[in-house]
């Protein structure tokens, strides 16, 4: 069972654009929801992320939105730039168990035209 | 700070050998090492989770006895892929977990090991 839903699967936008995510889950108990970037070939890079007390967090061109009654978080990409151009994963844990586990998404793979 | 290597970045090997893939933190002690699989366009899927010590606890459908994992140190943490063929072909990434400032684990993955069993 897919604890965590992301979509879309894939997402081509032109440069200068806004890229959106959305991600969905089930389990209240997570409380930590992290976004991942990663290229072909390399491991994923932690983009950012946000805990539940807050609806929103900003670093640079990269925005979370949180929405905790709807169990929905969202990774914005503002004035899209080719070099952003990778797969992103939305995750979430509880950082009360499982010792950190993170539950993924199945990834969007983002694509920005030049 | 919280880098994360693998070795090798690459390997490629005959059907039936063994293969031994190392990940480290290098600037951090790790509460506990992930190992994860991933498939090309794929999520990660994660095959175990290990603490320094102590047998690592494999997820369901992961065998043990063909990804053996061992954990030396707070440090470093193995994954010996054994009589490995071609199905076992895939990028092998591990990550690290440290407690962060805000009192949560925070993991930071390795780079990665593309195997490919021939």
């Known amino acids: 069972q897919q604890q965590v839903k992301q979509s879309p699967q894939s997402l081509i936008v032109q440069k200068g654009g806004i890229s959106i995510i959305n991600c969905a889950y089930e389990n209240t108990a997570f409380d930590y929801f992290p976004w991942y970037q990663q290229f072909p070939g390399k491991g994923p890079a932690l983009l950012i992320a946000i805990r539940p007390d807050v609806s929103e967090k900003k670093e640079g061109r990269f925005t979370i939105s949180f929405n905790k009654s709807a169990k929905q978080f969202s990774l914005h990409i503002m004035d899209s730039q080719p070099g952003d151009s990778a797969t992103y994963f939305c995750?979430?844990?509880?950082?009360?168990?499982?010792?950190?586990?993170?539950?993924f998404g199945r990834g969007t793979q983002l694509t920005v035209w030049p | 700070g919280a880098v994360v290597s693998q070795h090798p970045s690459r390997v490629i090997c005959k059907s039936g050998t063994s293969v031994k893939i190392e990940c480290r933190s290098l600037?951090?002690?790790?509460?506990?090492m992930f190992w994860y699989r991933q498939f090309p366009k794929q999520s990660l899927m994660l095959m175990a989770t290990s603490n320094e010590g102590s047998k690592a606890t494999y997820e369901q459908g992961v065998e043990k006895d063909k990804f053996l994992i061992n954990h030396a140190s707070l440090t470093l943490s193995t994954l010996t892929v054994t009589s490995a063929h071609p199905e076992d072909s895939s990028f092998y990434i591990c990550?690290?977990?440290?407690?962060?400032?805000?009192?949560?684990?925070?993991?930071?993955f390795g780079p990665g090991t593309r195997l490919t069993v021939l």
């Open positions: 600037d951090f002690q790790a509460t506990t």
């Open positions: 995750a979430a844990s509880n950082r009360g168990s499982t010792l950190g586990r993170l539950y």
């Open positions: 990550s690290a977990t440290v407690l962060g400032l805000r009192g949560h684990n925070e993991q930071f």
